[in-house]
T-cell receptor, first 112, second 117 residues
Framework: KNEVEQSPQNLTAQEGEFITINCSYSVGISALHWLQQHPGGGIVSLFMLSSGKKKHGRLIATINIQEKHSSLHITASHPRDSAVYICAVPGRSGGGADGLTFGKGTHLIIQP | NAGVTQTPKFRILKIGQSMTLQCTQDMNHNYMYWYRQDPGMGLKLIYYSVGAGITDKGEVPNGYNVSRSTTEDFPLRLELAAPSQTSVYFC????????????????FGNGTRLTVT
């Protein structure tokens, strides 16, 4: 079973700041997920990545397979980015159909 | 597309009662999952299915049952509700398994907040 550690657990920043959220996992994987949970509770998928970097708007996700580490960056942060950001990896090394192992999430608050 | 639809949104059960959480998706996804989310904890897999007629246990299956008679529907049954089952439940689906490539993101329902008293 893969273990997932996220840091920080909580992050409060001012609007406009550059945000970095980190995720480390213990077993080699084929893909890593970044998810966003809105204050209302809904969960949406932000990224799936297996190497390098992906960008969507102001969000950037990177992964270093050798170091078993991924980061999620938010540029020019805005109060609407306030949410819980969750990292997840396949439950078994090498992937598989038995769902994901989730980190506990990073609770991000962007103040105006 | 409605995506993944979960019902009900909220429910209060008494200890020992039973209920079924409904989940349906209209994306023709093969893979469906039930997760529970407890405060301060990561989501935990209860049951999953890789296609109609196929289900398997996840990390925390005790006290729950599932069925997958169609591709679209994946209901979760709680028998003899206990306070430990107080949680937020999420149904999710994906076209392929979560580790199979990077073009099959998970789609989540809006969750069901269940309280057992």
């Amino acid at each position: 079973k893969n273990e997932v550690e996220q840091s920080p657990q909580n992050l409060t920043a001012q609007e406009g700041e550059f945000i970095t959220i980190n995720c480390s996992y213990s077993v080699g994987i084929s893909a890593l997920h970044w998810l966003q949970q809105h204050p209302g509770g809904g969960i949406v998928s932000l990224f799936m990545l297996s190497s390098g970097k992906k960008k969507h708007g102001r969000l950037i996700a990177t992964i270093n397979i050798q170091e078993k580490h991924s980061s999620l960056h938010i540029t020019a942060s805005h109060p609407r980015d306030s949410a819980v950001y969750i990292c997840a990896v396949p439950g078994r090394s090498g992937g598989g159909a038995d769902g994901l192992t989730f980190g506990k999430g990073t609770h991000l608050i962007i103040q105006p | 597309n409605a995506g993944v639809t979960q019902t009900p949104k909220f429910r209060i059960l008494k200890i020992g009662q039973s209920m079924t959480l409904q989940c349906t998706q209209d994306m023709n996804h093969n893979y469906m999952y039930w997760y529970r989310q407890d405060p301060g904890m990561g989501l935990k897999l209860i049951y999953y299915s890789v296609g109609a007629g196929i289900t398997d246990k996840g990390e925390v299956p005790n006290g729950y049952n599932v069925s997958r008679s169609t591709t679209e529907d994946f209901p979760l049954r709680l028998e003899l509700a206990a306070p430990s089952q107080t949680s937020v439940y999420f149904c999710a689906s994906s076209y392929s398994g979560p580790g199979q490539g990077t073009n099959s993101p998970l789609h989540f329902g809006n969750g069901t907040r269940l309280t057992v008293t």
